[in-house]
């Protein structure tokens, strides 16, 4: 089952939860499974046209994601990332 | 007045300058302290030199200048310098640290501090201090008494050589207002934009009569390895590392604006609320978008610096406005007094820079205003007025410049959101409550950069933890000079220091050292007469809601406590990346 790392900004929806394993095909399919599984967690992600938020960045198994519809195997790991930090 | 500089010339050496004599001794740098530099170092010389009972713009106050242990090595964006003294402000140990050139530049030169003690008898004299690799020497600088930080910069550029780098105070400092910064000059520009804003140092510093550091490097290189080939190798390797992975800060701290809104941590009208109806115009988005039509961009302020998250923001017939335009100076001076164009907040920006001010707390100290009903929220003139009348020194003025609690007390306004004397950053402690515990445990006071958590969610059992973590990882970090935006590891800077000192570091010892910085800090507070009862926030944190879920700081004074109490070190405190 692929796993979503979650960054601690995002642990809200998750109650804390840093992994999640979720069933889905493609990386959209695993976030929005984690949003079904966790509601409020797409909103932190998904921007209002679907697609991601501009400082939300996914990498899958360390490699940077372009394409939410990027298909994902039974072992990979879809890691979120989130712009912290203050200046 | 001056030394040729020439004891121990091969080895690190370290600078002190006493200015109510117009001396200066170059002494060789303690061996014993190899691995200490920035932060970790000055608390170590303020603890042992200077009595924490002083009077913080008095005499026996001890200004430190003191680059991180990797300033002047090839490691990447590994420059920042750290300024230390007593603070104005909180009455504590205070640590800033800023980039620009002025930490690698002195380590180039070998000088691994500056130590200034005494005072002039004359007040109403100025003073510059020029660092060069053939002598040391305070000169007269009458001249520039009075001059803001820009006009000082550009008339400095002048005396000294292309390659200098600068440290200066703008009015304010010379006034010795307690939200007073001190300045550092940008790697290209030479721009006074970078600052070691917190704590009202540039108070200190203008206490000294010292109005600017001018730093020539010369034909100084980087500072060289025991390990040259390894060394070498890990900048590479590690700059590699950071450039493949999400370079999160690529277009500035501002694009974390939408994060901080829908998180309920944008503070708005003196943090009566969470979220601020301008977050669209006031997103970091804006000043990208800017680019294309007024010019301008992203740079690195320091030489070698590979996160390059700093902007260069012009106004709207294409002139230089300001930089870096940043998150926490958005948020205070913008949503927090509830002004929305982004226009407004570079004028603010440019004036606390120019003035030498802390943008933090002077955007608290603004708010706190406003809201004591003295100016309406908003009013972006208003605030512009308020900035120019610290610079003239008047009476108003002088209250806003000496910051947030200083206006409360004046006002007798209820709502003052500090720990110990400083400003409380964007950061909020209700919605992020181990962040809020680092606030009422650090010992600089309210400051994000001493141990961010940005986990709303974290169960109440690990924020003491959490903090204590973060608070460790951080000062290590402000000691080794990596900025907290490259978000080194501590196994990252034991590696680098390892090969830089041709030596192992353990995971041991550079938790010890972290530790032991926290540790010196806290002893320098105590001595100063800081007790547990003085590790809280205040009460409107505590009783004003914010957010949806109506939080407040909640923490039980146990767990506040716990965060001092050294606990065994977890695998993930060595993977941690420091976060400010």
Redesign the interface.
């Given at each position: 089952m692929p796993r979503v790392m979650i960054p601690?900004?995002y642990?809200?929806?998750?109650?804390?939860k840093g992994e999640i394993p979720v069933a889905g095909a493609t990386v959209r399919d695993c976030l929005n499974a984690v949003e079904a599984e966790c509601p409020g967690f797409g909103?932190?992600v998904f921007a209002g046209d679907g697609e991601l938020?501009?400082?939300v960045?996914l990498?899958c198994n360390g490699e940077?994601v372009e394409q939410l519809d990027l298909p994902v195997a039974e072992a990979d790991e879809i890691e979120v990332?989130?712009?912290?930090?203050?200046? | 007045m001056s030394t040729n500089g020439s004891n121990g010339a091969s080895g690190d050496r370290l600078i002190r300058v006493d200015m109510t004599r117009g001396t200066i001794v170059v002494e060789p740098f303690p061996s014993g302290w190899k691995l200490l530099g920035g932060r970790a170092l000055s608390a170590r010389i303020l603890l042992e030199e200077c009595d924490p009972t002083c009077d913080p713009l008095g005499p026996d106050n001890v200004l430190i200048l003191a680059p991180g242990t990797l300033a002047g090595t090839a490691a990447p964006t590994s420059g920042r310098i750290s300024i230390g003294a007593k603070s104005p402000l909180t009455n504590g140990i205070k640590e800033a640290n800023a980039g620009g050139n002025p930490g690698q530049d002195l380590n180039k030169l070998g000088y691994r501090v500056v130590i200034v003690k005494g005072q002039p008898a004359d007040a109403d004299k100025r003073w510059g201090l020029e660092v060069s690799a053939d002598e040391v020497k305070l000169v007269p600088a009458d001249e520039h008494a009075g001059k803001w930080n820009y006009a000082l910069c550009e008339d400095l550029t002048k005396i000294y050589s292309k390659k200098a780098s600068f440290i200066t105070i703008g009015p304010a400092g010379e006034l010795r207002l307690k939200g007073a910064s001190v300045a550092c000059t940008d790697q290209d520009s030479r721009h006074p934009a970078r600052h070691a804003a917190r704590g009202g140092l540039g108070a200190v510093m203008g206490s000294k009569g010292l109005k600017y550091v001018a730093i020539d490097p010369g034909r100084s290189r980087a500072r060289k390895p025991a390990d040259a080939k390894g060394f070498a190798q890990l900048c590479k390797k590690y700059t590699r590392d950071y450039l493949d992975g999400?370079q999160?800060?690529k277009t500035?701290?501002?694009?974390?604006v939408?994060?901080a809104q829908?998180?309920n941590t944008f503070p708005t009208r003196n943090r009566v609320s969470g979220q601020s109806p301008h977050a669209e115009s006031l997103d970091g988005?804006r000043i990208v978008e800017s680019f294309e039509t007024r010019g301008g961009g992203m740079h690195n302020c320091l030489t070698g610096c590979v996160v390059k998250?700093s902007n260069i923001v012009h106004d709207a017939q294409g002139h230089y406005k300001t930089s870096?335009l940043?998150?926490?100076?958005i948020t205070m001076l913008g949503a927090n007094c509830d002004i929305g164009e982004m226009d407004d907040v570079a004028d603010l920006d440019r004036l606390c820079d120019e003035v030498g001010l802390d943008t933090i707390e002077m955007g608290a100290a603004i708010a706190v205003y406003m809201d004591a009903g003295k100016m309406e929220f908003g009013d972006a003139e208003g605030a512009k007025r308020l900035l120019k009348e610290i610079a003239e020194g008047t009476e108003l003025g002088k209250m806003i410049g000496n910051g947030a609690a200083e206006v409360g007390k004046q006002t007798h306004h209820h709502r003052v959101p500090v720990v110990k004397g400083q400003a409380i950053?964007?950061?909020d402690p209700r919605p992020l409550k181990a962040t809020g515990v680092t606030y009422a445990t650090s010992p600089m006071g309210a400051d994000?950069?001493a141990g961010?958590?940005?986990?709303?969610?974290?169960?109440e059992d690990?924020w003491a933890q959490a903090s204590q973590e973060a608070q460790l990882i951080n000062a290590v970090c402000d000691s080794s000079g990596f900025c907290?935006?490259m978000t080194p590891t501590l196994d990252d800077i034991r590696t680098f220091y390892g090969t830089f000192l041709g030596e192992e570091i353990t995971r041991e010892q550079i938790a010890d050292l972290g530790w032991q910085s926290l540790l010196d800090e806290w002893e320098f507070n105590r001595r100063a007469g800081y007790t547990e009862a003085d590790d809280v926030l205040p009460a409107c944190m505590k009783e004003d809601p914010i957010g949806p879920a109506k939080l407040v700081f909640d923490v039980k004074p146990e767990i506040i406590a716990q965060a001092k109490l050294r606990m065994e070190p977890r695998e993930e405190l060595f993977s941690t990346k420091a976060?400010?």
């Open positions: 601690p900004p642990r809200g929806p998750t109650h804390g909103s932190l938020h501009r400082f960045k990498f940077p990332v989130a712009a912290i930090g203050g200046g | 999400p999160m800060f500035g701290t501002s694009s974390v939408p994060v829908m998180l988005k998250c870096a940043e998150f926490e100076t950053p964007a950061w994000h950069t961010l958590i940005v986990n709303p969610g974290m169960p690990q907290q935006f976060t400010g």
